[in-house]
Nanobody, 125 residues
């Protein structure tokens, strides 16, 4: 059974940082990527980043590029999202998800499947 569990969300002031963690199980990082999505109140879910489990390629949405960094520890089946220079518009529930990627590889073509329960990130002014 595929399971993903996020942690690390919280309340932070604008300009601050948070590190989200995702514990994944039930699938191999050699076969799938792991991505991060977010959903703010009243808005559609947004795909923001993913990392290829097999070779570590990373991709980011324009909204987070240069501020967020995705990484993985394949030995521990863990994926992380380091979020710096946070803005109030980053406030959302953040989910990690098992991802299938298709060429041309990137955020636009990533297809998330099973996702976790989410962790709330709130950025105050």
């Amino acid at each position: 059974e595929v399971q993903l569990v996020e942690s690390g969300g919280g309340l932070v002031q604008a300009g601050g940082s948070l590190r989200l963690s995702c514990a994944a199980s039930g699938f191999s990082f050699d076969d799938y990527a792991v991505g991060w999505l977010r959903q703010a109140p009243g808005k559609e879910r947004e795909r923001i980043s993913y990392i290829s489990g097999s070779d570590g390629r990373t991709y980011y949405a324009d909204s987070v590029k240069g501020r967020f960094t995705v990484s993985s520890d394949n030995a521990k089946n863990m994926v992380y999202l380091q979020m710096n220079s946070l803005k109030p518009e980053d406030t959302a529930v953040y989910y990690c998800a098992q991802v299938v990627e298709f060429p041309p590889y990137g955020i636009a073509t990533m297809k998330p499947f099973t996702r976790g329960q989410g962790t709330q990130v709130t950025v105050t002014v």
